[in-house]
């Protein structure tokens, strides 16, 4: 790899949480490369994407690969950065590919895909999902879910939201919703919990700020709507993804001076974590699968976070004015020094 301009590709899909881990991979190794060069692959799946592992490799349930590989005169990458299962056989293709013009290519991919292949050079895995070795290939655990925020990035998006946040009377508290995983959702008994905190969080003079997720149900998205009209004494305001207008969330970080976060999403738990700020996670089992449940452990032993289970929020208040947060590292900074070391080994 030319140390001072690797070119790094993404493996793109519709998987959002998936491409920004893979960003904030590839920043980071630019950033610690001090330059490079990112170009994004955008992979359509067909129905083979859906047949077992090593089915799927032989025809890598790709629409159109031909389109995947350089236009003539550009050269092929230094770097494949590929995430989750489907990504596997369509990376393990490119690198073949390259191979057949000389050309040497690391693989990173981030999430354990489900089954080991010695050919992924690089897996890249938070340590709540257990994976300890490799029998080949490099292998970096991380504390969370890599990302790509910045305080740069932070204080850009805060300042186009100012003219909405600026009025509203400190502290802000920010809640962040998530939704339905495979196993967990969240309840109404849940959002009720949540907005009495976060009431009691903004204190006498302060603001709610909430923002859901594509996740989150109807009838969660409508207790908080709900909310938002019947409380009139402080500003309460809410956001979702669909209604237009820009995405205030990477705002909402910023702008925040608590965060009250449920704990089914570990990429929105690392971001939030990584800000230094005091955090609350709402945790139980029928919020969060038992994976997530060992992250935010982790997250609590490291104080990096204040878990609550949403039922006394009297004692989680007591508990919180003593918190001291510590910010926990972007897992990108420690994905990118692992991909380094794999061309200098």
């Known amino acids: 790899m030319n140390q001072h301009c690797p070119l790094i590709w993404i493996l793109k899909d519709d998987r959002a949480g998936n491409y920004a881990q893979q960003r904030g991979i590839a920043e980071a190794l630019v950033a610690q ?43 092929w990458p230094d770097v494949i950065l590929s995430a989750g299962r489907r990504h596997v056989p369509v990376a393990l293709w490119l690198k073949r590919q390259a191979a057949n013009f000389g050309k040497k290519t690391v693989i990173a991919h981030s999430m354990w895909p489900g089954k080991d292949h010695p050919q992924l050079d690089l897996i890249i895995t938070p340590a709540h999902d257990g994976i300890a070795t490799r029998k080949k290939g490099a292998l970096c655990v991380t504390s969370g879910a890599p990302h790509g925020l910045t305080p740069e990035k932070l204080r850009a998006a805060e300042m186009q939201w100012r003219g909405k946040f600026a009025a509203l009377p400190r502290p802000h508290c920010v809640m962040l919703v998530g939704g339905k995983t495979r196993k967990t959702d969240i309840s109404r008994a849940d959002v009720a919990e949540l907005a009495v905190a976060a009431w009691h969080l903004a204190g006498d003079g302060g603001s709610v700020l909430v923002s859901t997720s594509r996740r989150t149900s109807k009838a969660a998205q409508g207790r908080l ?40 999403s570990i990429a929105m738990l ?30 609590a032993e490291g104080q990096h976070a204040l878990l609550w289970d949403g039922k006394d929020t009297a004692e989680m208040l007591a508990r919180l004015e003593n918190f001291q947060p510590i910010a926990l590292e972007n897992p990108a900074a420690q994905a990118a020094e692992a991909i380094w070391r794999l061309f200098v080994a």
């Open 225 to 264: 709507e709900m909310y938002e009209k019947r409380l009139k004494e402080k500003p309460f305001l809410l956001f979702h993804p669909d209604q237009g207008g820009g995405n205030p969330y990477p705002a909402l970080l910023e702008t925040a001076d608590i965060l009250l976060v449920t704990g089914d």
């Open 270 to 299: 690392s971001e939030a974590a990584s800000l230094g700020k005091k955090l609350v996670v709402l945790s139980h089992d029928k919020l969060a699968p038992k994976k997530h449940r060992r992250f935010h452990q982790a997250l």
């Open 33 to 75: 490369q001090g330059g490079g060069e990112i170009a994004e692959k955008a992979v359509a799946f067909n129905v083979l994407s859906r047949l077992p592992f090593g089915a799927c490799l032989a025809a890598c349930g790709v629409r159109d690969k031909a389109r995947l590989l350089p236009a003539d005169g550009q050269r």
